[in-house]
C-alpha cells in the first residue's frame, strides 16, 4: 500500500473509512470482476451485462468465485449480487482490481514493505501474492478508468489501473443518502486519478 487516506478531518477520529466502512458497491464496479470470474469457468461475458453475464454462473459459484479476490463483505442474492449489491471496503476494491493487474494474482496487504538506513537495510519484507485466478481469467482490454454509484445511489466509487498500481476512490456520507455527482466533477476526478495511477501512459 503507497498511500491511505480514510477520512477529511485534520486530526485521527479512530475510524478509517478507507479500511473499516463497507458500502454496496453497483453494477458498474462489479461488472469487470463477474466477467473475470465467468472467463475462469470457461464462459463468454456479455459486455454491459453483469446480470447475464453472473446467471452464466449461478449466484453460489460466482460468489465464491468474488471471494477469491478478498471481498469479505455480505453479497446480496440472485440478480441483486450481480447487480452490485454486495459490501466492500475500499482497501478490498483495491484488492481485486489489484488481482486483474497483477495477472490473476492477488496481492497480500502489507504497510511496509523495507526499512533502511544510510548504510544498510534494516528491514525487507518481499511482495507475497496468492494465486487467485488462471490467466486466461483476466479480461483482454483492461479499463483505465472505472466508475459508477451504487444502486441506492448513495455511494460513488471510482477505479483507475495504472501500468504499476491501482487507486480507488468512495464518495458518500457516513449517514447514507442518495446524491448525484455533477459530470465536470467526474471529469475532474478521472484526470487527477489517471496521473496519479499513470494510467495515461501506454502499458506494455
Known amino acids: 500500500?503507497?498511500?491511505?487516506?480514510?477520512?477529511?478531518?485534520?486530526?485521527?477520529?479512530?475510524?478509517?473509512?478507507?479500511?473499516?466502512?463497507?458500502?454496496?458497491?453497483?453494477?458498474?464496479?462489479?461488472?469487470?470482476?463477474?466477467?473475470?470470474?465467468?472467463?475462469?469457468?470457461?464462459?463468454?461475458?456479455?459486455?454491459?451485462?453483469?446480470?447475464?453475464?453472473?446467471?452464466?454462473?449461478?449466484?453460489?459459484?460466482?460468489?465464491?468465485?468474488?471471494?477469491?479476490?478478498?471481498?469479505?463483505?455480505?453479497?446480496?442474492?440472485?440478480?441483486?449480487?450481480?447487480?452490485?449489491?454486495?459490501?466492500?471496503?475500499?482497501?478490498?476494491?483495491?484488492?481485486?482490481?489489484?488481482?486483474?493487474?497483477?495477472?490473476?494474482?492477488?496481492?497480500?496487504t502489507v504497510f511496509i514493505r523495507k526499512v533502511e538506513n544510510t548504510d544498510r537495510t534494516l528491514f525487507s519484507r518481499p511482495p507475497a501474492i496468492f494465486p487467485a485466478f488462471n490467466d486466461h481469467a483476466i479480461p483482454e482490454k483492461l479499463p483505465v478508468f472505472l466508475s459508477g454509484q451504487s444502486l441506492s445511489q448513495a455511494d460513488y466509487w471510482t477505479v483507475s489501473l495504472g501500468e504499476q498500481c491501482v487507486v480507488a476512490i468512495w464518495i458518500g456520507f457516513d449517514q447514507p443518502r442518495r446524491f448525484k455527482l455533477p459530470a465536470a466533477s467526474i471529469l475532474r476526478l478521472a484526470a487527477a486519478q489517471k496521473k496519479i495511477s499513470g494510467s495515461n501512459k501506454n502499458r506494455k
Open 1 to 108: 500500500i503507497l498511500g491511505v487516506v480514510g477520512c477529511r478531518e485534520q486530526r485521527p477520529t479512530g475510524f478509517n473509512r478507507a479500511l473499516d466502512s463497507r458500502r454496496d458497491l453497483g453494477p458498474e464496479l462489479v461488472e469487470t470482476l463477474i466477467n473475470t470470474a465467468a472467463l475462469e469457468r470457461g464462459h463468454l461475458p456479455i459486455e454491459g451485462n453483469p446480470v447475464a453475464t453472473g446467471r452464466q454462473l449461478g449466484f453460489n459459484d460466482a460468489s465464491k468465485l468474488l471471494r477469491r479476490f478478498g471481498l469479505e463483505g455480505i453479497f446480496g442474492d440472485g440478480d441483486d449480487f450481480f447487480r452490485g449489491t454486495l459490501s466492500v471496503s475500499l482497501l478490498e476494491l483495491a484488492t481485486a482490481y489489484a488481482t486483474i493487474l497483477e495477472g490473476g494474482s492477488r496481492p497480500a
